[in-house]
């Protein structure tokens, strides 16, 4: 697994997770080149770069060409995360699914069945049981594992963690006691489609019968394929979501960067009042890529069919949180707070170029006819909450503090933990640099590394892309992750793309390849030969790769793994000690996949890091309290500023349970019934965060 080169941020001497490194370069004078050794870093001072690019062709940057105001494009990209208005249907927010630490901490109605899976006969079934073949204690459960029926608005049980049991939690190969392949997601909206409105301010969607997510014929809210991660530091990620589909190029339409064919934004030039398109590049943007997703995505928060240019239509001339709460000290929305308060109209246009909105001519868009700051809307949503994004950093946890030289900010206990986790853990091989994982600032400052050969747990060498892994959390079968395509059918992976070069072809994403970074050369010959490239058709480790989360705040982010299968840190840290669930030896496993399509024969695609690591109770313990107080940030315990935030009504499921639900009063014209929600309130929090009678966020299994 390559570790990047951060000997400038090593943490100052004496400090108990350089001591062996340090001991090491000592003992040799002078020193020699050595392989780069991964180590912890604070995050204090590593600041979000300002995206920059091209548009039709010239260089641009986001302050000199797109952005008018900072202040001002905060202010909108944090009303627009929290504003239920949003979603279709006047409920459903980004911040529905990212409130509690920047994630989903509801427990009613979030299972589905696993629709990523690769085998379309099982995808819908919920309570499917582990399959692996001949190996013993493979037996069928459909229940949960508290015995529980499942399924759409079931309420989670803290029996019913981990998903995947075994009779000896040591041997990920003993007999399997319960497993299933449903995953802990995030509840969205209804099924429905999109149907345009006379009335611009409010969507008209037609409901129809849900064949997955119901309950007696009663629709109750769809849920996610995978958990969704925090939206805290996520600025720093090169691509957003597990399997990297939020691409670090943002093309100001749609999560595909430059994959999207249609994509383009619309501007005038000069005295012009005619709007033209023109195609947008902007790097290191993904969590504007990322931004622009949910809004209309089918699951998440919209009825199918809506286009972005309809949600702006919608909502550019509500007043802000119309119906929600701004505290009096917000700590960005504080002058707004009252009932005065401005349209996204007036906010996009404090925030943003005239040159984006000042049109007086209609453009044409999918057909149809929208204004300019209509058709704009998703570049002015996708910046403004990249922006709103880049201010949710957590660099205030005790690690930083013990990182630049207070030796009291962790106790004895939390400091063996964390020489655990750089050393007999390997936990810091995946979870390196600022940030906590390998997904992040290392890539971006060392671009010539997203592409990475290793030794894998077989012992054959394979290309990959550096930040996601396959760590045999469920079957590969389960969910290709960044082994999966776009909607062009273009790999989702570098490393893919890297194979299309190499015979010829074009792909959509820049990027470079630097073979004498790679862990494992292409070569013996020294000095390394740069114009070496790898056998066409080489082996890839792609499929079900998922990008590393982020470790900070950890504790509060549960639950665990893209399938929310761990409830507790405790269980993760279990089954990282046993080297994984996979199921098999490893050169022949359930992380291996045949994928004909891109001819990878795979019998493991397993991490080499992901071995049985033989720790003890006490090595385990010390290693949950580092995770879980040294890598917290009390601003985001307490959601003190910037971590505070307006009021929010979110469904908690549905009024009743997973056997009954009570439905909801007809509207006109709707012949498909749909359940009642059940709703969570939060109130409004200011700068100075929760009350102490509140106490501070606490982790997921506590819900239970």
Same mark, same amino acid.
């Given at each position: =697994?390559?570790?990047?080169?951060?000997?400038?941020?090593?943490?100052?001497?004496?400090?108990?997770?350089?001591?062996?490194?340090?001991?090491?370069?000592?003992?040799?004078?002078?020193?020699? %080149?050595?392989?780069?050794?991964?180590?912890?870093?604070?995050?204090?001072?590593?600041?979000?770069?300002?995206? $920059?690019?091209?548009?039709?062709?010239?260089?641009?940057?986001?302050?000199?060409?797109?952005?008018?105001?900072?202040?001002?494009?905060?202010? +909108?990209?944090?009303?627009?995360?929290?504003? =239920?208005?949003?979603?279709?249907?006047?409920?459903?927010?980004?911040?529905?699914?990212?409130?509690?630490?920047?994630?989903?901490?509801?427990?009613?109605?979030?299972?589905?069945?696993?629709?990523?899976?690769?085998?379309?006969?099982?995808?819908?079934?919920?309570? &499917?049981?582990?399959?692996?073949?001949?190996? @013993?204690?493979?037996?069928?459960?459909?229940?949960?594992?508290?015995?529980?029926?499942?399924? %759409?608005?079931?309420?989670?049980?803290?029996?019913?963690?981990?998903?995947?049991?075994?009779?000896?939690?040591?041997?990920?190969?003993?007999?399997?006691?319960?497993?299933?392949?449903?995953?802990?997601?995030?509840?969205?909206?209804?099924?429905?489609?999109?149907?345009?409105?006379?009335?611009?301010?409010?969507?008209?969607?037609?409901?129809?019968?849900?064949?997955?997510?119901?309950?007696?014929?009663?629709?109750?809210?769809?849920?996610?394929?995978?958990?969704?991660?925090?939206?805290?530091?996520?600025?720093?990620?090169?691509?957003?979501?597990?399997?990297?589909?939020?691409?670090?190029?943002?093309?100001?339409?749609?999560?595909?960067?430059?994959?999207?064919?249609?994509?383009?934004?619309?501007?005038?030039?000069?005295?012009?009042?005619?709007?033209?398109?023109?195609?947008?590049?902007?790097?290191?943007?993904?969590?504007?890529?990322?931004?622009?997703?949910?809004? *209309?995505?089918?699951?998440?928060?919209?009825?199918?069919?809506?286009?972005?240019?309809?949600?702006?239509?919608?909502?550019?001339?509500?007043?802000?949180?119309?119906?929600?709460?701004?505290?009096?000290?917000?700590?960005?929305?504080?002058?707004?707070?009252?009932?005065?308060?401005?349209?996204?109209?007036?906010?996009?246009?404090?925030?943003?170029?005239?040159?984006?909105?000042?049109?007086? !001519?209609?453009? $044409?868009?999918?057909?149809?006819?929208?204004? #300019?700051?209509?058709?704009?809307?998703?570049?002015?949503?996708?910046?403004?909450?990249? =922006?709103?994004?880049?201010?949710?950093?957590?660099?205030?946890?005790?690690?930083?503090?013990?990182? !630049?030289?207070?030796?009291?900010?962790?106790?004895?206990?939390?400091?063996?933990?964390?020489?655990?986790?750089?050393?007999?853990?390997?936990?810091?091989?995946?979870?390196?640099? @600022?940030?906590?994982?390998?997904?992040?600032?290392?890539?971006?400052?060392?671009?010539?590394?997203?592409?990475?050969?290793?030794?894998?747990?077989?012992?054959?060498?394979? +290309?990959?892309?550096?930040?996601?892994?396959?760590?045999?959390?469920? %079957?590969?079968?389960?969910?290709?992750?960044?082994?999966?395509?776009?909607?062009?059918?273009?790999?989702?992976?570098?490393?893919?793309?890297?194979?299309?070069?190499?015979?010829?072809?074009?792909?959509?994403?820049?990027?470079?390849?630097?073979?004498?970074?790679?862990?494992?050369?292409?070569?013996?010959?020294?000095?390394?030969?740069?114009?070496?490239?790898?056998?066409?058709?080489?082996?890839?480790?792609?499929?079900?790769? /998922?990008?590393?989360?982020?470790?900070?705040?950890?504790?509060?982010?549960?639950?665990?793994?893209?399938?929310?299968?761990?409830?507790?840190?405790? !269980?993760?840290?279990?089954?990282?000690?046993?080297?994984?669930?996979?199921?098999?030896?490893?050169?022949?496993?359930?992380?291996?996949?045949?994928?004909?399509?891109?001819?990878?024969?795979? *019998?493991?695609?397993?991490?080499?890091?992901?071995?049985?690591?033989?720790?003890? #109770?006490?090595?385990?313990?010390?290693?949950?309290?580092? +995770?879980?107080?040294?890598?917290?940030?009390?601003?985001?315990?307490?959601?003190?500023?910037? /971590?505070?935030? @307006?009021?929010?009504?979110?469904?908690?499921?549905?009024?009743?349970?997973?056997?009954?639900?009570?439905?909801?009063?007809?509207?006109?014209?709707?012949?498909?019934?749909?359940?009642?929600?059940?709703?969570?309130?939060?109130?409004?929090?200011?700068?100075?965060?929760? &009350?102490?009678?509140?106490?501070?966020?606490?982790?997921?299994?506590?819900?239970?």
């Amino acid at each position: =697994m390559s570790t990047l080169p951060y000997r400038s941020l090593i943490p100052p001497l004496g400090l108990a997770c350089w001591l062996p490194m340090a001991a090491a370069m000592a003992a040799t004078e002078p020193v020699a %080149p050595v392989a780069d050794v991964p180590t912890l870093q604070t995050l204090k001072g590593v600041l979000p770069p300002d995206p $920059s690019g091209t548009e039709g062709g010239r260089k641009v940057d986001l302050m000199t060409d797109y952005v008018l105001n900072r202040d001002a494009a905060v202010r +909108l990209g944090k009303a627009l995360f929290w504003d =239920m208005d949003v979603g279709s249907d006047g409920t459903t927010a980004c911040a529905s699914c990212h409130f509690h630490a920047g994630v989903d901490h509801r427990i009613t109605n979030q299972l589905n069945p696993g629709q990523a899976n690769t085998n379309a006969n099982v995808s819908s079934l919920f309570n &499917k049981p582990f399959a692996a073949g001949n190996i @013993p204690g493979d037996v069928a459960s459909y229940t949960t594992l508290s015995g529980g029926k499942g399924g %759409p608005n079931y309420t989670l049980k803290r029996g019913d963690f981990p998903t995947h049991v075994l009779a000896d939690p040591l041997d990920r190969n003993s007999p399997i006691v319960y497993s299933t392949d449903d995953v802990v997601g995030s509840q969205g909206v209804f099924d429905a489609n999109y149907t345009k409105p006379k009335q611009s301010r409010f969507d008209k969607c037609t409901q129809q019968p849900d064949g997955i997510f119901q309950v007696n014929n009663i629709n109750v809210r769809r849920s996610t394929g995978r958990n969704a991660p925090t939206t805290i530091n996520a600025v720093f990620n090169v691509r957003n979501f597990w399997d990297g589909r939020a691409n670090n190029v943002f093309n100001g339409f749609s999560p595909f960067g430059n994959r999207d064919p249609d994509a383009g934004i619309f501007v005038t030039a000069g005295r012009s009042t005619v709007a033209t398109k023109v195609r947008l590049a902007l790097d290191d943007a993904s969590a504007a890529s990322q931004a622009v997703g949910p809004p *209309g995505s089918p699951v998440e928060m919209s009825c199918g069919g809506r286009t972005f240019a309809d949600i702006g239509r919608r909502i550019l001339d509500n007043l802000i949180l119309s119906r929600q709460k701004i505290a009096p000290t917000d700590s960005v929305l504080a002058a707004m707070s009252g009932p005065r308060r401005p349209t996204y109209r007036d906010m996009v246009k404090a925030a943003f170029q005239p040159r984006l909105w000042n049109a007086t !001519q209609p453009v $044409s868009l999918g057909g149809a006819n929208y204004t #300019q700051i209509e058709a704009n809307f998703p570049l002015f949503f996708g910046l403004a909450i990249q =922006m709103y994004e880049a201010t949710l950093v957590s660099d205030q946890a005790p690690l930083d503090a013990y990182l !630049q030289g207070n030796t009291q900010a962790m106790n004895a206990q939390q400091v063996q933990g964390m020489e655990v986790f750089v050393g007999k853990g390997k936990c810091v091989n995946c979870h390196g640099g @600022p940030e906590l994982t390998n997904a992040g600032t290392r890539l971006r400052l060392e671009p010539r590394e997203r592409i990475e050969r290793m030794l894998m747990a077989d012992n054959l060498t394979t +290309l990959y892309d550096n930040g996601f892994y396959n760590i045999g959390v469920r %079957p590969t079968a389960e969910d290709l992750a960044a082994g999966g395509t776009d909607p062009w059918g273009n790999p989702l992976s570098f490393t893919r793309q890297y194979n299309t070069l190499l015979n010829g072809g074009n792909v959509p994403d820049p990027f470079e390849v630097d073979v004498c970074k790679f862990e494992v050369p292409l070569t013996a010959a020294i000095p390394c030969d740069a114009t070496a490239k790898p056998a066409v058709g080489f082996r890839d480790a792609v499929d079900g790769a /998922f990008k590393v989360p982020t470790l900070r705040n950890i504790a509060l982010t549960g639950p665990y793994f893209h399938n929310g299968s761990r409830s507790a840190l405790k !269980q993760v840290v279990e089954f990282y000690n046993r080297g994984g669930d996979r199921r098999g030896e490893d050169a022949s496993n359930t992380s291996g996949f045949d994928h004909p399509a891109v001819n990878q024969h795979n *019998g493991s695609n397993l991490d080499a890091d992901i071995t049985r690591l033989d720790l003890t #109770q006490e090595e385990q313990d010390a290693l949950v309290k580092f +995770l879980e107080v040294g890598l917290t940030d009390p601003r985001v315990a307490w959601e003190r500023a910037p /971590f505070d935030h @307006p009021s929010l009504v979110i469904p908690q499921g549905e009024i009743g349970n997973e056997n009954s639900v009570t439905v909801r009063p007809p509207d006109a014209g709707v012949t498909t019934p749909r359940a009642q929600d059940a709703l969570l309130q939060l109130r409004e929090i200011g700068a100075e965060g929760r &009350k102490a009678t509140e106490g501070p966020l606490l982790p997921f299994v506590n819900d239970l």
